[in-house]
């Protein structure tokens, strides 16, 4: 005779399916567990006795033990919701995970889909940094996918513990300070956010920063830490002096070091700067003096740290 603890989210014909390998299984269970009936739902912690060694299709408990999948399709609430706010925001964690954790601060009433059995969660948005932490209350096979809902402007959006590896913003959201990274992720979806000034993706490894283009009001970007290649940074660093024109100064911190030496670019035969390196645009960040009126433009990189001086001999 074995004893099995049931988990969240299972019902007796899951319980069947992973012992026995078919729902057949439940006759077993019934007659082992007297008090049972079709009609029980079980709870997480619950145990059941069950026949050692009856099994009805051992492909499929040998298919579910190789691949540690486990049926759990007893809670049915996890199917509809109906969150009051419109979505703005999808995210999906890295398989496997067990836990979530959001930091946010703002106005507005955030609800929170965590995308397994539990309610939603609302959480009114204050200057308060608060800390949202969930434990995923089910497994599935396939991906989780958590939605947040609601008329929110987020002073401060922290997803760095969020494990999630895909992210979509829905519609244009306003996110002031938002930190986002030490994961391989598509950042496209921050062609969206509005009003950004502070961006924090260390660690972060993509194929693109293009996406952080739009965000002329940034004026802190963290990228130390990132595994990005020299030939991206590149080009988002020559796409930052061809589209200057309205954007704010910029402090970026890098660890990833950019092509060429720092130098003032050769001109082509119209008399037009020719960048051909990332060294060469930050140059011309630093050097023009009518980009650095409202303050300096700065890169920082492993420390070494190039800024624009009023002073300098080599200004355009």
């Known amino acids: 005779m074995g004893k099995y603890t049931v988990t969240a989210g299972q019902n007796i014909y899951d319980v069947a399916m992973h012992l026995h390998g078919s729902v057949e299984g439940i006759v077993d269970l019934l007659i082992n567990n007297p008090e049972l009936s079709l009609e029980d739902d079980l709870k997480s912690g619950d145990e059941l006795d069950y026949t050692d060694e009856f099994v009805i299709s051992p492909d499929i408990v040998a298919y579910n033990r190789m691949y540690n999948l486990l049926p759990a399709n007893g809670e049915r609430d996890v199917y509809y919701k109906e969150p009051s706010g419109k979505r703005f925001m999808e995210l999906y964690p890295e398989s496997g995970q067990t836990a979530a954790m959001l930091v946010a601060s703002g106005s507005g009433t955030l609800e929170i889909d965590w995308g397994d059995n539990t309610e939603i969660e609302c959480l009114t948005l204050t200057n308060e940094v608060k800390e949202l932490r969930h434990y995923f209350n089910d497994r599935i096979a396939s991906k989780r ?34 930190t986002y990274g030490k994961m391989e992720a598509d950042i496209s979806f921050l062609s969206l956010a509005d009003d950004t000034y502070e961006l ?3 660690g972060l490894q993509t194929g693109s920063l293009l996406p952080i283009l739009p965000l002329k009001r940034l004026m802190r970007l963290d990228l130390s830490g990132a595994k990005v290649e020299p030939s991206v940074l590149d080009a988002y660093l020559k796409a930052l002096v061809d589209k200057h024109h309205g954007r704010r100064n910029l402090t970026v911190i890098l660890s990833t070091i950019p092509t060429g030496i720092y130098r003032k670019p050769e ?3 119209e008399g037009n700067y020719r960048i051909s390196s990332g060294m060469e645009a930050i140059w011309m960040l630093t050097h023009e003096p009518a980009w650095n009126e409202g303050g300096a433009w700065t890169f920082i990189i492993n420390n070494q740290t190039y800024i624009y001086e009023p002073d300098d001999t080599g200004n355009l």
């Open 200 to 202: 924090t993706l260390t």
């Open 267 to 269: 001109k082509d035969g």
């Open 145 to 178: 996918r958590i939605c947040l809902y609601g008329d929110v402007s987020f002073r401060t959006l922290d997803m760095s513990h969020s494990h999630a590896s895909e992210l979509y913003l829905l519609r244009p959201v306003s996110l002031e300070k938002f």
